[in-house]
C-alpha cells in the first residue's frame, strides 16, 4: 500500500519500510507427485525453466528433505511484471502445497527461512493478511485488516523490477506509523507514498497516464503497487468502487474489483463483499 526504500545494503538488497496487503487476487498452482519435475504455464512470458521461482522453492524442499520430483501447473490470473508480488506469491503457494503433498510438517516459520532465499517478500505471502515489512521485507508485523473495497488496474505494461530499481528510487520520510493510525480509525482517504513511482512512471510513461485515468474516477486513494504497472485505487463504499470499475472495464486488459483479505482485530477473516 505504501513504500518507503530506506537505504541500499552492500549486498544489493534494499532496505525498506512498507504497508503490505493481501487481496483477493490469485494465480491457481495445481502441484502433484511425478516422476520428473516440470511446470507447466498457460501464460508465454512466465518461464517454465529453472528460473521459475516455483521451481526454485521446489529445488530448494527437495536439497534439504529429498522429497523427490513434482508436476507443477500454473494458471496465471495476475498480470507478469504487475507489482502484485504474483512471483512470489506462487513461489509461497509451492512451498505450502510441497510441504502438505510431501507431509514435511514445517511450520510457517520454517517455510518463511526457506522462502528468504528465495525473494523478500516471499515470506509474506506465507503471512497474507495486513503486514508492516521492514528489513528487507522479512521482519513481518502483522496488523489487524479492514474491509475495502480495492480496483486494480493494469494497462499490460511490463514492468521490470530491477530496472525501476536501478534507475533509482526517492527516500521519503516513512507514512507507515500514519497509514496504519489512518486504518485503524476506518479511514479511506489514506497518507501513501512510493518511493519507486518516480522511476516507474520514467521508464514507463504509460503507467503515469493510466494512473491519470483512474484518478478520474475520484478514488479516495489511489496508488501505484510495487514497481508497477498495476494501479490500485480505494473507495468509501462499494457502489462507488464498482461504478469506477464500470467506467474504466474495457479500457485496460485489467480492471478488477476485489476487496483486501486478512484477520480483523478479534482473529476473524474479515467480511467479504462478494
Do not use: W
Request: proline share 5%.
Amino acid at each position: 500500500m505504501s513504500l518507503h526504500i530506506i537505504k541500499k545494503r552492500q549486498d544489493g538488497y534494499h532496505c525498506i519500510d512498507t504497508l503490505m496487503q493481501e487481496v483477493d487476487v490469485t494465480d491457481c498452482l495445481v502441484i502433484e507427485r511425478a516422476k520428473n519435475t516440470r511446470l507447466f504455464c498457460d501464460h508465454p512470458d512466465v518461464p517454465t525453466d529453472e528460473s521459475n521461482l516455483i521451481l526454485r522453492a521446489h529445488r530448494a524442499l527437495d536439497a534439504r528433505y529429498g522429497i523427490g520430483a513434482a508436476a507443477f501447473t500454473l494458471q496465471k490470473r495476475i498480470p507478469v511484471g504487475a507489482g502484485m508480488g504474483g512471483g512470489s506469491a506462487n513461489a509461497a503457494a509451492a512451498l505450502r502445497g510441497l510441504n502438505k503433498l510431501f507431509a514435511l510438517g514445517l511450520s510457517k516459520d520454517e517455510l518463511a527461512e526457506i522462502g528468504l532465499l528465495l525473494g523478500a517478500d516471499v515470506p509474506f505471502f506465507l503471512t497474507g493478511g495486513t503486514c508492516r515489512a521492514q528489513g528487507i521485507g522479512e521482519e513481518l508485523t502483522p496488523l489487524p485488516a479492514y474491509r475495502m473495497p480495492v480496483l486494480l488496474v493494469n494497462d499490460g505494461t511490463h514492468a521490470q523490477t530491477r530496472a525501476v530499481y536501478t534507475y533509482g528510487p526517492e527516500h521519503t520520510p516513512s507514512t507507515i506509523p500514519a497509514l496504519i493510525t489512518q486504518l485503524q480509525a476506518g479511514k479511506t482517504e489514506l497518507t501513501v507514498r512510493n518511493d519507486l513511482q518516480k522511476a516507474a512512471f520514467h521508464l514507463y510513461p504509460k503507467i503515469r497516464t493510466t494512473m491519470e485515468k483512474v484518478k478520474e474516477t475520484a478514488p479516495d486513494t489511489v496508488q501505484l503497487s510495487g514497481t508497477g504497472a498495476t494501479i490500485y485505487a480505494i473507495y468509501k463504499t462499494l457502489t462507488e468502487a464498482k461504478r469506477a470499475h464500470d467506467a474504466l472495464y474495457g479500457r485496460f486488459p485489467m480492471v478488477v474489483l476485489t476487496q483486501t483479505c486478512g484477520e480483523d482485530a478479534s482473529g476473524q477473516q474479515t467480511d467479504r463483499y462478494f
